[in-house]
């Protein structure tokens, strides 16, 4: 079954951003967000990508045109029932994934391939929970989306040889660079970044330098794009504190143990750029 139609689940930043790849990559393709609301600040972030894209010379208006076109919204499941494959990309719940994709199966064929981009939950576990296990990966993406060329592939331990070869040059239709990756917490890259980016925080909370300074080593030192401060208030304090939960739960090592400062930024609210305030104010 060759893959024409392709179905995401959540238009928020991740999502928009798969959505918008995958229409730019010639797919029809039909994203559902519960309210309309969101589903029109989502598409309103595409539109700009692609506006500002034009502008910088980097996005030609007949490419922005033909994603545009390719691109439809829904907040129903029903609009989806003919897709071939469907990225979710929702909150990180297992109860909230699992209800979505219950909807899907009864509706969708039988060949149609699901994949979660969930960037720390088991995806061994929320195959189980659907009625295709075997035609169910996962296919973690990095934000932005538009940007960013890494997809990680993962295989639960019932996902079937060709559902795993399907998506993985799925990834690379999208013009993406996809790596396997085990179905473990973090898989590849969260697994290195995650402990990184507390153990930043843990200097810092013992005095290592100020945030500026870390930031500035690191991405002066190392040549990394942003220093370990910024990269946490762009991820989110929130998202990092859930994947190191996650992470600590299952591997019981202290590498993974947020440390008591996030814990606290992310109960007073401060949990990065989204919010206006993380390490920076924005
Ligand atoms: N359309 C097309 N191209 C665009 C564009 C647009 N609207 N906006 C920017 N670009 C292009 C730029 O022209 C530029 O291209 P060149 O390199 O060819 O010049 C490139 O994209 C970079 O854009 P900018 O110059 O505007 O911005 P920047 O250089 O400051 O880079 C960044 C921004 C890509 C976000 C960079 O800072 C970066 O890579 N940061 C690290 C991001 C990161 O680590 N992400 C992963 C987070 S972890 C995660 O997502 C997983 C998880 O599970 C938590």
């Known amino acids: 079954?060759?893959?024409?139609?392709?179905?995401?689940?959540?238009?928020?930043?991740?999502?928009?951003?798969?959505?918008?790849?995958?229409?730019?990559?010639?797919?029809?393709?039909?994203?559902?967000?519960?309210?309309?609301?969101?589903?029109?600040?989502?598409?309103?972030?595409?539109?700009k990508f692609l506006t500002d894209g034009v502008a910088k010379g980097k996005v030609t208006e007949e490419a922005?045109?033909?994603t545009l076109g390719n691109l439809s919204g829904t907040t129903g499941f029903e609009g989806l029932k003919d897709c071939d494959l469907i990225v979710e990309a929702i909150i990180e719940n297992v109860e909230e994934k699992t209800k979505a994709f219950a909807a899907l199966d009864a509706l969708v064929g039988a060949d149609a391939i699901f994949c979660s981009n969930t960037s720390s939950l088991c995806i061994t576990e929320l195959a189980s929970k659907t009625k295709?296990?075997?035609?169910?990966g996962g296919l973690h993406f990095f934000n932005p989306v538009p940007l960013m060329k890494?997809?990680?592939?993962?295989?639960?331990?019932?996902?079937?040889?060709?559902t795993y070869q399907k998506t993985f040059a799925f990834a690379q239709s999208l013009?993406?660079?996809?790596?396997?990756?085990?179905?473990?917490?973090?898989?590849?890259?969260?697994?290195?970044?995650?402990?990184?980016l507390l153990d930043a925080i843990r200097s810092y909370e013992h005095g290592l330098g100020t945030i500026e300074d870390i930031d500035k080593g690191m991405k002066?030192?190392?040549?990394?794009?942003?220093?370990p401060f910024t990269l946490l208030d762009?991820?989110?304090?929130?998202?990092?504190?859930?994947?190191?939960?996650?992470m600590f739960e299952e591997y019981r090592e202290p590498a993974y143990a947020p440390p008591p400062l996030l814990k606290r930024m992310v109960l007073?609210?401060?949990?990065?750029?989204?919010?206006?305030?993380g390490f920076y104010k924005y």
């Open 150 to 162: 890494l997809v990680e592939v993962i295989r639960g331990l019932s996902t079937s040889d060709d």
């Open 1 to 47: 079954m060759a893959i024409k139609t392709v179905g995401v689940l959540g238009c928020g930043l991740m999502g928009s951003g798969i959505a918008q790849v995958s229409a730019a990559a010639g797919y029809k393709t039909i994203v559902r967000e519960v309210e309309q609301g969101f589903l029109d600040r989502g598409m309103g972030r595409i539109q």
């Open 268 to 277: 007073a609210g401060r949990t990065g750029r989204k919010s206006g305030q």
């Open 175 to 196: 013009g993406k660079e996809p790596i396997t990756a085990p179905d473990k917490p973090g898989f590849i890259v969260n697994r290195l970044l995650v402990p990184y």
């Open 220 to 227: 002066l030192g190392c040549g990394y794009p942003m220093g």
């Open 64 to 66: 922005k045109n033909t």
């Open 132 to 136: 295709r296990p075997d035609r169910f």
């Open 234 to 246: 762009f991820v989110g304090l929130d998202t990092t504190y859930y994947i190191a939960n996650i």
